[in-house]
């Protein structure tokens, strides 16, 4: 581990000053931008995924459950050897992991963390809409949100008209009835049902009740393909919202075949079959994953990890500056540690989060500051992180 | 009125005559828990089904993987023909039948209806192919048949009950000083003893308290000591299915301290402390939210949830005085307050009110046809798969806090394509006399609502009979109660 702090300001400094060099962005507005972002459910472990190089401290912890062949990103970060969509990603210049980083959730509650990794609040349960749905409000973008599972997640609330895809076997009723129960919800003021129901005669249209493959269906690796399809016409969602379960390993973690590596493998695959259907509008798109929480430095017993708190985010897309892995290292000694036991965050996920947004709606980072995160202390990460 | 018997129920069949004084009526089926309705052969303790799990677990992780290591395909083979060997597709179906004919067939439906509230509220989430095998019979033994008795006994054979133990990682909840901590074998084997927190965590946040107890990260840990050991007991050969005991040689020894109170070492204070959780006030605020919040509306009031606290404290948490009280303050708010159903209650009402419930879940009759070893037909599978079609499967919860109670989350483009679809099904469960009975739609409605005559008029705007049932289930009088 060469990494130390003193290198990362240092490193921030320059990117700052040559920051100023850059040409000022062409007008973006004409281009339609997309924003895709994976919720990886309880807890993604950050260094499971992105272990760091040569550190005693972390392979002494962890001895059972160590990635081996991993692939080497730079003198101090290395790529779990199975996320083989996100390295080609990388490869292309494309591919970004901000480490050490975390919402600012402490406690482990995955129920908790859950709740405000997807309302970008401080308070469990206080906020009844998602940090995604407040900017996309703020951006005027109603109808343009695609969530790609069954209810619709608390990230995207906070805009009325989102849609959503989780395939299914069967034929949708004509149209005569459609158009009678969406006249009888308008009498009775069922706001949301005829919402609802607005979509479903749209999808009648377009026939996409299935999509392909049998019981693959609904399998995130096909829903990327379809919710692709979508996002890269002109008149399609600019927000797309998938979930991979699985990440709460206190048991069986394992190392390279472990349980934990099928949860990334399937990230992995949203990311690569994205990449690869989006054809052109991948050029005009910011992938990016949010966990609740890392996991503890230290295997325990049952070779597996208990809730922590610092973990990674993976990026992708041709929104991004550079492949890089933008970091704050803060060590793993145990002083180091966060209550000496987790990798500790120096990045607030949430900056990483509203810069993006900033990027892709084309808002001012303050406002998106203000109005989505209450004016709280977030760091404008968009010329080191994106292209602006 | 007749909105009650939906609120608390799943409605009244076409030709069912309405209960005269119906508070009366609900409250009387939640004072005791007769016999299941369903009369199938096949009906198992979770301690039997253990065996079958076991089978699974072992063969397809041991045995399997390494004879086919080199196969793929040879090993998907033999991966669905354990499958067959064990039942695994073929118990989900019969425990939902079991747990939907005590919806549609009995005489307590009320007692169902918050049979399925308790076990969403005491989750065994989608782990360790828990819902193939263990949590249908989880729900029956460790939940419905300790609905006549207090909520503290509730929580407390819950929290001990195999699956439960299993599915929040209680096993590997180890004393890191505890004797077996200690011994040489781990620090050869790199197997340090650690504490494991995640079942005392959702003890407190989920099953008790809820995070308004305040509890702190050092309560959490220091209840996390006080389960250890509560685990499958060991053998040489396997860990796992025996019988959860108390393994005082993983218990980390010393005194612990949570939330103020110092509780000894040892086996007896997992049961002091679960007392002192389900005698907080936060725990009897949290469970009559909850239970507002399932019958009656998102956003039950003080006023609402304050009988069913009363009955708590004079009942000491006796879960029929609590059922009570819930279903007076759900009748007293029946006209006020209309809550949006969840999938599964949804599904069961449409069978219900349809009359179809002869030919829903499916009879035993073809149920008990089943034999270990032979592929399990598609009609058998199909209530199984349903319910996960449906995004409600009371086996298959993502996380350990099961599935919400907010209108909000099932309000969603797919979630409302399902029930189009799932009503038209519903009217395919019916006999062809019933298909083609004109008069069929005017009896269900004339039965279940106040005002038959507007909802008469837009039903008959449909065309045909199939088009009449996946309307009047869709209209906002059924999918709300």
Redesign the interface.
Known sequence: MKISRRDFLKGTATSLFLAGFNLPALATSSRKKNLVVIML?GGMDGLCAVPVIGDKNFEKRR??ILIEDTIKLNSDFALHPRLIGFNKCWNENTGTIVHATSIPYK??????G?NLMESGGKV?YQEKTGWVGRAMKLANLQGDGL?LS???PLLL?GIPKN????P?W?R???K??LD??KS??AD?S?D??LQ??N??KK?KDEQMMGGTGGGDRQKNKNLARQAAKYLRKSDGPRVAVFEV?GFDT??AQGGVDGTHTECLVEMDEIINNLRDNLQEAYKDTIILTVTEFGRTI?Q?????T??GYGTAIFMAGGLLKKSQVHTDWPGLKRKEMYEGRDLNATIDARSVYASAMSTVFDLDFKRIQKDVFWGEELQNLSDKLFKT | MKNFFRKVAFGLKPEEKAPSDPLTWAQKQVETIPELNWKGKHIYSEKEMRKYWITQRVEEDRTLRKKYKNDPQGLRRAEKQLENDTGAKYWPTNEICMRHAEGIRSDNPVLAKLWYFWTNHFTISDTQRLPEFSTGAYHREFIRANMDKTFETMVQEATVAWPMIMHL?NK?N?GPKSESGRQEW?RRE?????L???HA?ELM??HTIS?DGGYT?ED?QELAKIMTGWRPKWTKKSDQGTDIRFMSDRHEPGKKNVLGKTYKNGRKSLKIVIKDLVNHPSCREFIATKLCRYLITDHPTKEMIAPIIKAWEQSDGHLPEVHKAAIKVAFEYNDKYKKFQNPENWWLQTINMSGASYAYPVPEKKMDKFQLGILVSENLREPNWRLE?I?YHPYKA????GY?DIS???????????R??YA?EAFHQYKIKDQIDDTIHEKIIRTNFDNPDKILK?VA???SNE?KH??LF???EV?RA
């Not at chain 1, 849609?163 to 989780?166: L, Q």
């Not at chain 2, 790199?190 to 650690?194: E, G, M, V």
Request: glycine content about 4%; hydrophobic content about 30%.
């Open positions: 459910r001895k059972s406690q482990r509650s995955h129920f908790e859950q469990p969530a069954l209810p619709m609330r849609n959503n895809y989780f299914t069967g949708l009723p004509r005569d009835t009678l129960l009888v919800y009775s069922e949301e049902l609802m129901m979509f479903i999808r379960n206190h048991a230290k325990n017993g049952g070779n597996g208990e809730h | 990682d590997d180890i781990r790199k197997k340090p003893a650690t494991n927190e995640n965590r946040e989920l995070p990260q959490v079609n995004g993502k996380q350990p806090n919400s909000t989350d099932w309000l969603s483009t797919e979630l409302i394509i399902r189009l679809m038209k837009i705007k449909a065309k088009e996946m309307i869709n209209l906002p999918l």
